[in-house]
T-cell receptor
Framework: DAMVIQNPRYQVTQFGKPVTLSCSQTLNHNVMYWYQQKSSQAPKLLFHYYDKDFNNEADTPDNFQSRRPNTSFCFLDIRSPGLGDAAMYLC????????????FGQGTRLTVV | AQKVTQAQTEISVVEKEDVTLDCVYETRDTTYYLFWYKQPPSGELVFLIRRNSFDEQNEISGRYSWNFQKSTSSFNFTITASQVVDSAVYFCALRGLNRDDKIIFGKGTRLHILP
């Protein structure tokens, strides 16, 4: 049974048109992460939530925003997607930070046309 | 600064051969965790193993084994009797124990198992 679920699996959006990617978890984990992964690269952390505390990476563009309305759900909003934002977006959770492994969803592959 | 190096970008072996994926890390922390993840073509990162820095005992799980050597800052992963289903990208990762510590990934090794 999937424990970290990302929707949709594939998303095509137009250049400049806002898009939202969603992630839900059934693990009741405190921490949720959003990673961006471009082809043949390692995942790059965009931001994470520890409960409701939001932590943005210093090099995450302002174009990327996130919301976590409750423990189970987290959203990634891209306000004005550019061609360079085409990537796989991975959501992950962990029970805590520092000691625990992260569990990943299947990812959403975003195409910008 | 923390860093994970996977020097092997891509490896190809014939099915049933053994293969070792190398991972070398750098950290100033005295306690930390190391991980291996598998990313098949479907895209999901699948957690394989977590090892803490004060436990150097090697681990075996079926055809998978991990060799952690703190003296050389290495955490290598061996697949015995490889199978085509093992074809994937494998990531080694490092994380400190503090609340704000992030998971630091290596660049990954793409493994091709040829039938």
């Amino acid at each position: 049974d999937a424990m970290v679920i990302q929707n949709p699996r594939y998303q095509v959006t137009q250049f400049g048109k806002p898009v939202t990617l969603s992630c839900s978890q059934t693990l009741n984990h405190n921490v949720m992460y959003w990673y961006q992964q471009k082809s043949s690269q390692a995942p790059k952390l965009l931001f994470h939530y520890y409960d409701k505390d939001f932590n943005n990476e210093a090099d995450t563009p302002d174009n990327f925003q996130s919301r976590r309305p409750n423990t189970s759900f987290c959203f990634l909003d891209i306000r004005s997607p550019g061609l360079g934002d085409a990537a796989m977006y991975l959501c992950a959770t962990s029970i805590t930070q520092g000691r625990a492994e992260a569990f990943f969803g299947q990812g959403t592959r975003l195409t910008v046309v | 600064a923390q860093k994970v190096t996977q020097a092997q970008t891509e490896i190809s072996v014939v099915e049933k051969e053994d293969v070792t994926l190398d991972c070398v890390y750098e950290t100033r922390d005295t306690t930390y965790y190391l991980f291996w993840y598998k990313q098949p073509p479907s895209g999901e990162l699948v957690f394989l193993i977590r090892r803490n820095s004060f436990d150097e005992q090697n681990e075996i799980s079926g055809r998978y084994s991990w060799n952690f050597q703190k003296s050389t800052s290495s955490f290598n992963f061996t697949i015995t009797a490889s199978q085509v289903v093992d074809s994937a990208v494998y990531f080694c990762a490092l994380r400190g124990l503090n609340r704000d510590d992030k998971i630091i990934f290596g660049k990954g090794t793409r493994l091709h198992i040829l039938p």
